[in-house]
């Protein structure tokens, strides 16, 4: 593995009595990345982050964190990985700066080094003044800031994140979402959602997970490239249905198309084009020669969902 990678994952299969819950998957994480792992519940994420923690033994096939095997040295792996699994397992009868502190010799720091890495991951995530109360009667925000600041401690190459946002409301969210992005800074980010929106505003690369399998991995754009295929251009003109259908059967970068009456003189032009062409500035020309008047002229972007439920569907039988 060269020193650009972070994680290596070969092939990789776990099964359970009766189920296999991931398949046979390979991918690397570069060092510095965010990346996501994306899918519904029982996808397999959480299987792959617990074997790639050294929670749990493969079936079949190799995992490697900073060149180092996670079955044959996983107590090497465990001192470069934080971890933070999806249900957040703190002790709600101790205060934040004690238990920062108590996980910080669990990692193998010292009494000194405890003190002041507790100090420091408690200002990183807002704890500061939080840091004489018990665990158990914070909020749900502010404990998902003490699982990421347990994570963060004993100062990790490697932050794995399991459903980190959920059952937060929509300003924790964003809190913890600015927190995670921060992170990359200094460290590679492997972070599990089912949650679309998030993947996109957090990851620079995604991961997409299904039946325990990896259907996609890419970044949002390249993914966006994708499935420009099947990309429309949505332009509305002041012309005549006529007039229309017989330039756009003229352009043959124009596959299909479908014209419906807008408000007033304007015409509703669905474009298909050919190979996921961008035909806006060829169209805009179109309507400058004609003298046509131009109200709207835009390409449609595939959500995020978009893609997952196209890369997820199940192949249709011819």
Not at 136 to 149: M, N, T
Not at 257 to 274: E, H, K, V, W, Y
Request: aromatic share 6%; hydrophobic share 40%.
């Amino acid at each position: 593995m060269d020193n650009g990678t972070m994680i290596e994952v070969v092939n990789l299969t776990r099964r359970f009595a009766g189920r296999t819950a991931v398949r046979d998957i390979s991918f690397t994480v570069n060092r510095g990345e965010i990346v996501g792992l994306l899918g519904p519940n029982g996808a397999g994420k959480s299987t792959t982050m617990r074997i790639l923690s050294c929670f749990l033994p493969a079936t079949s096939g190799t995992a490697r964190v900073a060149g180092l095997d996670v079955f044959r040295d996983s107590q090497e792996v465990r001192r470069r990985i934080g971890y933070m699994p999806e249900n957040n397992p703190l002790h709600p009868e101790m205060r934040v700066r004690e238990y920062l502190k108590f996980r910080g010799r669990l990692k193998g720091l010292g009494l000194r080094q405890s003190r002041e890495r507790a100090t420091v991951v408690m200002e990183q995530f807002g704890l500061t003044e939080v840091s004489k109360r018990i665990i158990g009667q914070l909020s749900k925000g502010y404990k998902q800031r003490v699982g990421l600041a347990d994570a963060l401690v004993h100062e990790p190459e490697l932050i794995i994140l399991d459903e980190p946002t959920i059952g937060l409301d929509p300003h924790q969210i964003r809190s913890v979402r600015q927190l995670i992005k921060s992170l990359a800074e200094k460290h590679t980010v492997l972070i599990s959602t089912h949650i679309l929106p998030e993947a996109e505003m957090t990851c620079n690369r995604m991961l997409i997970m299904f039946d325990g399998r990896i259907l996609a991995a890419d970044t949002p754009e390249n993914l966006q490239k994708v499935m420009a295929g099947n990309s429309q251009i949505v332009v509305e003109i002041a012309a005549s249905v006529a007039e229309l259908e017989a330039c756009w059967t003229q352009v043959a970068e124009i596959q299909n198309f479908n014209i419906s009456a807008a408000d007033g003189q304007f015409q509703r032009c669905a474009l298909t084009p050919r190979d996921g062409l961008d035909l806006r500035p060829q169209i805009f020309l179109l309507a400058k020669e004609r003298g046509w008047l131009l109200r709207e002229l835009t390409r449609n972007r595939h959500s995020l969902e978009d893609i997952y439920l196209q890369v997820t569907r199940p192949d249709e039988e011819a």
